[in-house]
């Protein structure tokens, strides 16, 4: 072969490798929720998935791996390849509260993942059994205070966002009620339409549209304003019962060492359409607020929220192992 077919060949093979590199994505890409469908985490990463989808022109689907508080979702994405083809939209729960509840956690938030930005806020209600014998929050507080040990809750898991709140709440109010943990918020809310249980602490999607038919009772928001999803639902604080305030939220991420200029088609995607007009009406309806935070910013704000709940977690008591 001679110098210039060499040179010639050695051309074209760069270009095929650049265009190559430059076809992200070029097959479907996977979020991985380490809750079941239904609850919250789920009901953003369907809205995300489908508006990624519209950006990047290539399918994208929601993979539910239910299990451990999100512990089993959140590992098998630090365990894929750092392709860009699996993503993980995580919470509070997941990449905050963890690594202070469990002391053998499998992953390390801030370095075993590679954070794209925060999507969104969702907010923490408190909701009671329609026959419980409360009509606000400081009634609940003073009919459990009345009867210590009497009532339970349930959560969607041990160590998650609505459990820990609870505990909090109860720290603060100095209740004494039973945890009943389920694998995930819809089998909770279903015991707690069904009596098994008395309250719960969860999220907006997975209340609110069972509070409107009447099957239970939901008595405040546990944020600084009321939601717009519930407008008449008091704030703990308008209600009387201390100054709490325990957003969650919902954010997404990639397998560390995933490729700079994947990470920022993924961001650009992300930011071309998910302040659309019809994200805030889903995310409201959902009870929750749409953010786009740059992948720098979510960084900084995940090591905030791991010393903030760690501190809840020691204040709380709240053990998991």
């Not at 009634?139 to 160590?159: I, L, M, N, T």
């Not at 999803?229 to 308008?238: C, G």
């Not at 309806?285 to 910013?297: I, K, Q, V």
Request: no cysteine; proline share 8%.
């Amino acid at each position: 072969m001679t110098p210039y077919l060499r040179t010639l060949l050695g051309s074209w093979l760069l270009g095929t490798a650049l265009v190559a590199q430059a076809a992200y994505p070029d097959k479907p890409i996977r979020i991985v929720v380490g809750f079941p469908p239904g609850q919250a985490t789920d009901m953003v990463a369907r809205v995300l998935a489908k508006k990624l989808q519209d950006a990047l022109q290539q399918p994208v689907f929601v993979d539910n791996k239910p299990g451990a508080s999100g512990i089993i979702g959140t590992e098998m994405v630090v365990k894929a390849p750092p392709d860009g083809y699996t993503l993980l939209v995580g919470s509070s729960g997941t990449l905050a509260i963890n690594p202070s509840l469990y002391s053998k956690l499998p992953y390390k938030p801030l370095t075993d993942l590679t954070h794209i930005s925060q999507i969104a806020n969702v907010p923490l209600f408190l909701a009671v059994n329609k026959d419980f014998p409360a009509q606000s929050a400081a009634d609940f507080v003073r009919e459990v205070k009345a009867q210590p040990g009497k009532f339970s809750y349930g959560s969607a898991g041990s160590g998650v966002t609505s459990h820990l709140t609870m505990e909090l709440f109860k720290q603060q109010a100095g209740l004494f009620i039973l945890h009943v943990p389920y694998k995930g918020s819809p089998a909770a809310v279903t015991d707690l339409i069904g009596g098994q249980v008395q309250a719960m602490v969860d999220t907006g999607p997975a209340l609110l549209a069972h509070a409107k038919n009447g099957k239970l009772r939901v008595l405040a928001v546990a944020s600084k304003t009321r939601n717009e999803a519930a407008p008449q639902v008091p704030t703990l604080a308008e209600a009387g019962v201390g100054n709490f305030e325990a957003p969650a939220w919902l954010s997404l991420a990639a397998p560390k060492g995933t490729p700079k200029e994947v990470i920022d088609t993924l961001y650009k995607a992300l930011s071309s359409n998910w302040r659309d007009p019809d994200v805030k009406e889903q995310l409201v309806a959902l009870g929750a607020e749409a953010l786009l935070t740059r992948p720098d910013e979510m960084q900084k704000h995940l090591e905030q929220e791991i010393k903030r709940w760690a501190l809840a977690v020691k204040v709380s008591g709240a053990q998991v192992d």
